[in-house]
């Protein structure tokens, strides 16, 4: 298949775009870079061997999209194509609202224009909020009250209400839980910019000597060591979703968790990392982070039984992917 692929220059897409390559598919990106770089494409061309065709746009733009459609005509699309983080959004939340909702409508409108039958949307374990856990696909949504939160439930909406009267399409709703790790090759990862809001590249920041020390946000969850659970996935192991999901699409809507299914508490994952990579993470207490929840890990049921798909990579991989990719990524380069 061709597979349109936005955001295809970011960490997720990025490696995504490695495992559609590395599955005979051809590849299309259309990135803005807003949060990423070109330079990419030439890292994914050295992984795989095949270059993809880059475009450097706004996934919003309906003139754009529609020249690219009708160029390609691609068989699929996999939107990853968005601002993610959360505590910007509650700071500019038009901004969110308007670049992640306009992109999914722009986007999925020109599927339907142009024929296109297969939609793959990045969604997040955050519609699932204060849910119990594990987190099932048929819970109530109930996202975090953040704009960012809000933007993957309202376009799970949207995406949902548009497949009901277009009954040829495939939509697919991944929810991802904590992505973590890099590529093996140490060519692509995750490279934030300033100060990491997420766990791992705060901790390898830390190893690496930019940051003084991680700062645990709470002991006192109850957890079974009080830090907060979370589900990590290994980057590549999310990647290899996509592909099964594509490669499994009939019509219809369908939503999957991706994760691993199982908890890792800040303590436990900062001890991962020490064994994994021999290096010790200094870290303190300190107060708990508004609007964190204690727990978030997934049922992955549905993703084995229909997708074929289940995490293979464990905590320890995570932890050496993701060292070896930030010893080898110079900021700013
Ligand atoms: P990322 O920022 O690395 O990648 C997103 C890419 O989209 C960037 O390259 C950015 O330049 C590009 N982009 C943003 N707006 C655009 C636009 N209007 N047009 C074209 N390109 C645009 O983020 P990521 O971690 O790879 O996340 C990919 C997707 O997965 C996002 O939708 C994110 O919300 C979702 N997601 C991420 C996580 C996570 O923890 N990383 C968890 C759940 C869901
Ligand atoms: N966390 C932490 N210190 C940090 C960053 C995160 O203790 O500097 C904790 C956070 O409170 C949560 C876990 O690590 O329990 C994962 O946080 P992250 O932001 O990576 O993911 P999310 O909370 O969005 O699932």
């Known amino acids: 298949m061709l597979i349109l692929v936005t955001g295809g220059t970011g960490y997720i897409g990025s490696h995504t775009c490695v495992e559609l390559l590395n599955s005979k598919h051809d590849v299309i990106i259309v990135d803005n870079l807003v949060n990423s770089k070109a330079e990419t494409v030439d890292r994914i061309e050295a992984i795989t061997g095949k270059r993809p065709l880059f475009y450097q746009a706004d996934a919003a733009d309906d003139n754009v999209m529609d020249l690219i459609f009708a160029t390609h005509k691609p068989d699929g699309v996999i939107h990853f194509a968005g601002l993610k983080a959360v505590g910007e959004s509650v700071e500019a939340p038009l901004a969110y609202y308007r670049n992640n909702l306009l992109s999914t409508i722009v986007l999925i409108d020109n599927c339907i224009r142009h024929g296109v039958r297969h939609f793959v949307f990045s969604s997040s374990a955050t519609v699932y909020g204060d849910n119990q856990v594990p987190f099932l696909e048929t819970m109530e949504l109930r996202p975090r009250t953040n704009p960012y939160g809000e933007t993957k439930a309202m376009c799970e909406r949207i995406l949902t209400d548009v497949a009901r009267v277009n009954p040829g399409l495939s939509v697919t709703l991944l929810r991802y839980f904590n992505p973590v790790g ?74 999957y968790n991706l994760g691993t299914g199982r908890g890792t508490s800040v303590l436990e994952l900062v001890r991962a990392f020490e064994e994994a990579n021999g290096l010790k993470i200094p870290c303190r207490i300190a107060e708990r982070r508004p609007g964190d929840i204690a727990e978030c890990y997934a049922d992955v049921t549905k993703a084995r039984e229909e997708l074929g798909w289940e995490a293979k990579r464990g905590v320890f991989e995570m932890c050496r992917d993701a060292w070896r990719f930030e010893q080898s990524y110079e900021a700013g380069e």
């Open 182 to 255: 890099a590529h093996e090759s140490g060519l692509i990862g995750e490279a934030p910019q300033g100060i990491p809001n997420n766990l791992m590249p705060y901790i390898t920041q830390v190893a690496k000597g930019i940051l003084k020390e991680l700062r645990i946000f709470g002991d006192d969850y109850p957890t079974p060591d009080g830090t907060g659970v979370r589900d990590y996935i290994h980057v590549v192991d999310l990647a290899e979703g996509h592909v099964a999901a594509l490669e499994k699409a009939v019509p219809g809507v369908h939503i």
